[in-house]
């Protein structure tokens, strides 16, 4: 929705951006361009086209900081199809617009009874304004009765006259709904309670005093020193990958959406305004476009994105915290979508020269374009740059379920190609893994089952679960018939090959594992076999498609096949 509990900065410089709320928008076209073939023939390219560079990347539009400007450009104006969208979701975007075609009429009849608690006035006090959206408005509040009276509470009111549309009023109540059901984390503004008039709901949640995070990187004078942006970046990926975890993505991470508990230093940094979140299953995409434009991800451009969106988001956070500009701006919503799919961030403009490679190597893999291989929050938690083993306590990782799914449903063959590579890996690589499989119980033997990857969830479970269903998904993986796993065929379950990909040593370990698996696995093989193995269909062209794979001289599988055959069964881009 946009709104914060802090008070808004005027300066204008730094004016307050909106989010973006277009679920149904076309899919943005990529300006065309040729990806530049790599060094190693076989890696899985992007799937985004190849990126220009000396993109303007070193002016201010809106609330984020960057470096400052003998005169300030005025805020972008809106492009004219985001501003469409906008008001085929929730109706005119002014009083008195012109209706827009395709469904902008308000709906008749729409339930605005959410079944809240009434009498929110004989229980609070309503007090100033300290933050507006787009759809409402953030006030300060006081207790006027029960255990709580006499306490200060940040209200957020959205109008029900705003709530034009059955998609409008969905939102809502699912913001409630999440905020309620993710309790607990110390980095999540805490929820109260939500109630309901005939004119506005009223969410009522903790007062966070500090201010915005965009507040103090500007009291900084626009950058943090390494050791700030840790202490802050860990907080966020925090609460990210709990978020995670639950099956909730937030879609509009931004510094304008996390507050300080108190003005000290040091206090806790919470996230705020979950207005665009959702739920998603670990196996389901997303397809509507939402987010802020400087923050929003290449694959929520092209609608079709989970929670790795968020984690993009998090590192144009970094960036702006580590150098005090934005990685991709433009002076339109259009321009900075263009920049976003197409752009490459600097790192050769002050202060990066004088970083260390450790803070570049963290923010780089996190602004990859390729979803696939990109960071985590947990992985990224142990990331070099990050980790503290006196103080990193990382948490369980969802993707892990995923890739273990993904390795007991493969051939017999992409398991020895997965188990040949795990042994490629070093130390540092293997401290993830490590505490992923420790998060789920091994017995005193080292082994772990299916059923401990339920078990190991459940210890986390919030109500957020049941409607992002991704119980449904690990109940449906720990039912699997497969025998148990020890560290060594974890570390090859749990690998992700397109992260590797992303690694500047990924040939080394791509060639170090074809030797692993021409001395132990690799064997004379058909095509037919080979394509029965990958589950391809008969209308394939099978010998087409799969030539290159083996080697003439001896029908094994080649270092191309070995490559192409740590993918898996598909052949294609899932999205």
Known sequence: MGACHGKQIQNPEFQEEE???????????????????????????SPLPGSYKNSPANS???????????????????????????????????????????????????????????????????GEEVGRGHFGYTCSGKVKK??????????????????????????????????????????????????EDEDNVYIVMELCNGGE????????????????????????????????????VHRDLKPENFLFTSGDEKSTLKAIDFGLSDFVKPDERLNDIVGSAYYVAPEVLHRCYGTE????????????????????????????????LKAEPSFDDPPWPSLS?????????????????????????????????????????????KLIRAYICSSSLRKSALRALAKTLKVNQLYYLREQFALLGPNKSGYISLQNLKTALLNDSTEAMKDSKVL?????????????????????????VHQMEALDTWEQHARQGYEFFEKDANRPIMIDELAS?????????????????????????????????????SLRRQC
């Not at 709320?21 to 530049?36: E, K, L, S």
């Not at 409008?168 to 109540?173: G, I, K, L, P, T």
């Not at 699997?480 to 992700?496: G, N, P, T, V």
């Open 357 to 401: 490679s450790q803070a570049k190597d963290f923010v780089k893999k996190l602004l990859n374009k390729d979803y696939r291989k990109r960071m985590t929050a947990a992985q990224a938690l142990c990331h070099p740059w990050l980790w503290n083993p006196e103080e990193a306590k990382i948490p369980l990782d969802i993707m892990i379920y």
């Open 213 to 248: 995070l965009l507040e103090r990187i500007l009291l900084s004078g626009g950058k943090y020193s390494e050791e700030d942006a840790k202490a802050v970046i860990v907080q966020i990926l925090s609460v990210v990958s709990f978020c995670h975890l639950q099956g909730v």
């Open 146 to 195: 029960g255990d709580m009276k006499g306490q200060e509470v940040a209200i957020k009111v959205i109008p029900k006259a705003k709530m034009t549309t059955a998609i409008s009023v969905e939102d809502a109540r699912r913001e409630v709904r999440i905020l309620s059901s993710l309790a607990g984390h110390k980095n999540l503004v805490r929820f109260y309670d939500a109630y």
């Open 19 to 45: 989010s973006l709320q277009i679920p149904n928008a076309r899919q943005a076209t990529p300006v065309a361009g040729t990806p530049q073939q790599g060094k190693f023939p076989f890696c899985s390219p």
């Open 472 to 496: 449904d998904f690990v109940n449906m993986v720990s039912s699997l018939q497969y025998r148990k796993l020890d560290f060594e065929e974890f570390a090859a379950a749990a690998i992700s």
């Open 60 to 126: 201010s539009v809106t609330s984020s900081p960057l470096r400052f400007l003998k005169r300030p450009f005025p805020p972008p104006s809106p492009a004219k199809h985001i501003r469409a969208l906008l008001a085929r979701r929730y109706g005119s975007v002014k009083p008195n617009e012109a209706s827009i075609p395709e469904g902008s009429e308000v709906e008749v009849g729409l339930d605005k009874n959410f079944g809240f608690l009434k009498q929110f006035f004989s229980k609070f006090e309503l």
């Open 309 to 340: 969106a968020d984690m993009w988001s998090v590192g144009v956070i970094a960036y702006i915290l580590l150098c005090g500009s934005r990685p991709f701006w433009a002076r339109t919503e259009s321009g900075i979508f263009r920049a976003v």
């Open 533 to 569: 193995e990958l589950g391809l269909s008969p209308s394939v062209p099978i010998h087409v498609v799969l030539q290159d794979w083996i080697r003439h001289s001896d029908g094994k599988l080649s270092l191309l096949g070995f490559v192409k055959l740590l993918h898996g069964v």
